[in-house]
Nanobody
């Protein structure tokens, strides 16, 4: 059993910053990929960013590139998403996810095996 617990969401004004955290516990794997997705009201869940635990390789959606930074602390089995220059269109529930495969950093939901419960991020204009 693998548990993912997100934290750090909240309400922020446009232009502000937030940092999300996702801690992985339970049965863990030596190498895996951790990703962040988000789902805005009335929209499909979309890929935001991902990082490979073994070498720190990262991948970002175009919409957040240059504003968001994903990082990890392997000793704590935790991944972070630093979100700067937030925009109202970043408002969504943010989910972290784990892909047990460490070979490829994917952007599709089906590639991820475990999901957190989500944390709300609201950006006011």
């Amino acid at each position: 059993q693998v548990q993912l617990v997100e934290s750090g969401g909240g309400l922020v004004q446009a232009g502000g910053s937030l940092r999300l955290s996702c801690a992985v516990s339970g049965r863990t794997f030596s190498n895996y990929v951790m990703g962040w997705f988000r789902q805005a009201p009335g929209k499909a869940r979309e890929f935001v960013a991902a990082i490979r635990r073994s070498d720190g390789y990262t991948l970002y959606a175009d919409s957040v590139k240059g504003r968001f930074t994903i990082s990890r602390d392997n000793a704590k089995n935790t991944v972070y998403l630093q979100m700067n220059s937030l925009k109202p269109e970043d408002t969504a529930v943010y989910y972290c996810a784990v892909d047990r495969s460490s070979v490829r950093v994917g952007v599709a939901e089906y590639e991820y095996d475990y999901w957190g419960q989500g944390t709300q991020v609201t950006v006011s204009s």
